[in-house]
């Protein structure tokens, strides 16, 4: 559920490094929202976010918007699909994840004494 921010959270305080959201935005929030959402959360916390779409289908009831992402953790779309079905082959260096947290230790800041997320 890229739309809640706080599930990503909870996975990258578990040690997550990639996460991977299947998702069939439509055509009115797909172009407002889709690659917004997954950079966000990408940057938020410091993975890499995959975002698995549907192909369009104009001949069906629902016309997902598609277009597959892959976004690093810096928050920089490194690959990308249009509505058309296919698929992405993307090499995810894990080390890039180690760094970027290491440079810019965001989660280390985090004000655990003011507010908490739990997994209840």
Not at 69 to 86: Q, T, Y
Not at 90 to 108: A, F, M, S, T
């Amino acid at each position: 559920d890229i739309r809640f921010p706080e599930l990503s959270r909870l996975m990258a305080l578990e040690g997550a490094e990639v996460i991977i959201f299947p998702a069939a935005f439509n055509m009115t929030t797909g172009p407002a929202h889709w690659e917004l959402n997954f950079r966000g959360r990408a940057l938020d916390n410091q993975v890499y976010t995959v975002g698995v779409a549907p192909a369009r289908d104009m001949e069906s009831s629902y016309h997902s918007y598609g277009n597959s992402i892959v976004v690093s953790p810096w928050g920089n779309v490194i690959n990308r699909m249009d509505e058309k079905e296919g698929y992405i082959i993307q090499e995810i260096d894990l080390e890039y994840v180690k760094k970027v947290r290491n440079e810019l230790p965001l989660l280390k800041h985090l004000r655990r004494d003011l507010y908490t997320l739990s997994k209840n």
